[in-house]
């Protein structure tokens, strides 16, 4: 007899459930089956058992082979995040040593250093050179009293006076001045003789308001022997002076520049040329005289410093030459390291491009790809050759062998120039110290429209007030000087002087007022208006930048920010971007560390170390 219980069982519905490809299968069955209903529940839940493991097995295989196999997308990521990391996450990410910041940083150091002692020599050489050009005009000019008065000639006897004073120091350069000069060469006890050139035109006059020129010019020159009891063969009818343009007498001399007697650097040899002008050309009744001179660097002949201890004279001269060679070094692995970044870019910039065009249908503009080149690299590796060319002549002057003080000073000046700019590149990976130029990054399309703006308006007055105001104004003079004038009233320099220069007694009335109007003018619109513009520009951009943190996002930085598994469905909906995230955000976080996603989910870095390191070869060496 059967129970009541096992009665009631048989007649209730069981219902039973197990997950299939398709979802969960709902099976009834109904109470009064037989045996064999019962035989075929056993074998059906013998098949749910190996459905339930096999659809485990199977599932845990889709995770670790989502894992272990990152999609293409993520790995481009991972790429381009990686290439834009600092040389300190860098650091924590694979422990790469941040080699370029250290070359970087070494090469301010020596090219500074540098600097300074070329710096030193050469201020040294300007000074001899200057007072060298001063005290020649105190001996060659008569009654010269300094830059500050001109020296002029109005009368004849003063032009003849002036020429036979000149003349006569000549030959008394060994023993007048205090300084030591020599003649070139010696003829014997003779030295060379004076040169006097002088240019007329070749026919005219003027007679009773009549004039009569031929516009062809005759120059003429001819050697001046030594003055005999102060008679010379230059008399007052040497010159016919209605017709004369010019006169100039021209020597050469030679001195040494000692150098404090230094046995590491020793003295040089310098040939002055000396050409004293009397100008004429304007025919206003006064004679400018000016002594011009241009110095030449030449070997010194069986040169020798005495009482000095050769070992350390040699040990100073290698050093100092050892030590250029370290800098010519350091810029030339700094510019190696620099373009092997830029190679590696461009070849990742290729394939972001390819990426772009396959996955997400959308090319590459120019623009995309200089997010991908830094122009900081330009600057680095222009400072870097600069410093190389300036170092290679500034062992030549070391070492005497020629004269490139001027080139080498412009290339040693530049260069340090941008090197410390380029400095301002690892200053930017800061936001505290990056503002200067995410704000001038932001506002230069802004500034470059508005300059040209400014430009066309500073052109019109720099016009405006050199045809007005030449004539009779010094700082109208010509454009340049003009140009000079109007950007230092800009500034506030020197105003009252500028309105002082024209006054009613010496210029016309109509010019003095319009002068008056100009100069107003001028003033108001460009320090009021002008400057208050510009200001604004800048101080928009920056207000703009403080607002949202950050420049707008580029078509790159949204990529990168996108999320991992955007546009992908993974097993039924489930949502594993908790799970991927370490594949493209581990790059940037310190091994072995907790750390918050992007997306709010945590995760750790140490299960995508073995990945990371597969991309060690194919860094693009942006630290």
Known sequence: MTSPTREISRKSSV????????????????????????????????????????????????????????????????????????????????????????????KVFLV????????????????????????????????????????????????????HYAHEQYYQITTAPLGTYNYTHMNGTEPPKVQLCYSYYKNGGIENNTYVFNPNITNVCFYLGRPINHEHIITNKSFNLGRLRHISLKFSLRTVNLKNVKAWDKPACYQLSVMITFDNVKYDGRMPVDLDMNNTWLRCQHG????????????????????????ISFCALSLMLCTRSIYKSLKLAKEAA???????????????????????????????????????????????DS???????????????????????FLGYSKKYNILLETLKAATPSMARFFICVILIFAGFMFCGWI????????????????????????GDDLYNTYAEISRSTSPFSVWIFSKIYIYTF??????????????????????????????????????????????????????TTDTTPTTEAMAAPPQRERTSRYGSTCSTSAVDAFIRNFSLDSTGVE
């Open 112 to 163: 500074t250093i540098q600097i300074c002692l070329f710096g030193l020599d050469r201020f040294s050489l300007v000074t001899f050179l200057e007072h060298n050009h001063v005290a020649l005009r105190h001996l060659f000019l008569k009654d010269y009293q300094g830059k500050q008065q001109d020296v002029i000639v109005y009368t004849r006897k003063e032009l003849y006076d002036y020429l």
């Open 304 to 327: 020798k410093i005495k009482g000095q201890n050769l070992l350390r004279t040699h040990f100073i001269t290698v050093t100092l030459v050892m030590f250029d060679v370290i800098v």
């Open 403 to 425: 004269d490139f003080y001027n080139v080498s000073s412009i290339f040693l000046g530049t260069a340090v120039l941008l090197v410390w700019i380029g400095l301002l590149r």
């Open 523 to 576: 003033i108001t619109l460009f320090i009021y208006v002008v400057l208050s513009l510009f200001i604004g520009i800048i101080g928009d951009t920056y207000e703009r930048l403080k607002d949202m943190g950050h420049l707008p996002e580029t078509k790159i930085q949204k990529f990168l920010h996108e999320p991992v598994n955007v546009g992908r469905s993974v097993h039924s909906g489930q949502d594993y």
């Open 468 to 491: 007005a105001f030449g004539p009779f104004h010094p700082k109208f003079k010509s454009l340049v000087i003009t140009a000079e004038c109007l950007y230092s009233m800009i500034n």
């Open 15 to 106: 219902a039973r459930s197990y997950p299939s490809e398709l979802g969960t299968v709902l099976e009834e069955q109904a109470d009064d089956e037989t045996d064999q209903t019962s035989a075929i529940n056993r074998s059906i839940n013998e098949q749910q058992a190996q459905n339930d493991t096999s659809s485990s097995f199977d599932g845990s295989e889709a995770m670790a082979s989502l894992q272990s196999s990152p999609s293409q997308r993520e790995i481009m990521k991972t790429k381009i995040k990686y290439h834009y990391m600092n040389p300190i996450q860098k650091f924590r990410a694979r422990r790469r040593k941040p080699w370029k910041l250290v070359v970087q940083i070494v």
């Open 354 to 400: 390819s990426f772009f065009k396959s996955d997400l249908h959308q090319d590459f503009t120019f623009s995309d790809y200089q997010e991908f080149v830094s122009l900081w690299f330009i600057v680095i590796m222009s400072s870097d050759v600069l410093t190389i060319v300036g170092s290679v002549y500034k062992m030549a002057i070391d070492q005497k």
